[in-house]
């Protein structure tokens, strides 16, 4: 048994007619995006229920932080909501979290889905013992592809094991990075950091990574698991600089230089903002899972 490795509750797996929860804890939702979203749960078999104020809007944000924290708890607290599933990202995740109810999430755990700012409701999940998934937003859904959407429902509907083993926590690397010395910054102690970013600057990376290193973040991980790193610039006349002043280091460079070479590294998880965004639960054993995620990685 890893001490470091808490076991970690699962929500209950879902069953066919159960009920699936739309939330907006970020940027604002349309209508057409909501009717979609109402067709992608009805046609795997679930009920979507879509809240009051799910078309609210307050600048960028889905309505107040107020307003988008109550429409979360009021999910955790009704024993019918079985999944909560985020509609997109953006940012706004993190600006609810002290105000989310950790008490009835805890005595009720329900399952939260999503991926790149979701990353700041997986950390807070996470801390408190509970399971989540790492998977599409109801926005990335319909890109995905038929195999990745069946996996989607097929993880959802499966019973998984609770364990001591080393479990995977993560991931969007800069979520993660302004998450760094809150109470939601997710244990990293013994286990998997998996990390993926969208449209950052090299130097970015770098910066937030040598963060990560010199907090000791990186001397407690079991591993690190690295996803699509995608849309990448550069301080160079070709990224719209004025002159060329390139890094210098690849992405893989950049990863090397900061994870010590004693943790082991794997590459090219098919997780992010890239063509692909296998399922992965934040919180379950990397070794339950990664024959499923690694199937059909280069």
Known sequence: MNASSPLIKMPAPLQLGDRVLLAAPARFVTEEQ???????IQDAGFLAVIPEGLLAREGQFGGSDAHRAQSM?????????????????????ARILPLLDQRTFCDNPTWIIGFSDVTALHGWANRLGVATLHAPVVNTFAS??????????????TPHEESHESHVVGGNLSVLFSLMGTP???????????????DEYLYHVDRMLLAFRLAGVLDEVKGVLVGSFTDLHDNTIANGQSTDNPFGQSIEQIIGTHVPESKAVHWNMPVGHGSKNTPIILGA????????????MP
């Open 285 to 296: 054993s990397w070794e339950q899972q990664k024959h499923r995620i690694t199937r059909g």
């Open 34 to 40: 909501v009717e979609s979203a109402k067709k992608f």
């Open 73 to 93: 708890n009021d999910g955790f607290a009704s024993v019918d909501i079985k999944a909560i599933w985020v509609m997109r990202g953006g940012y706004g995740c």
């Open 144 to 157: 995905c592809s038929a195999e990745e959407q069946c996996a989607f429902w097929h993880t959802l509907r």
């Open 184 to 198: 939601f910054f997710p244990n990293c102690a013994g286990n998997w950091l998996l990390m993926e970013d969208l």
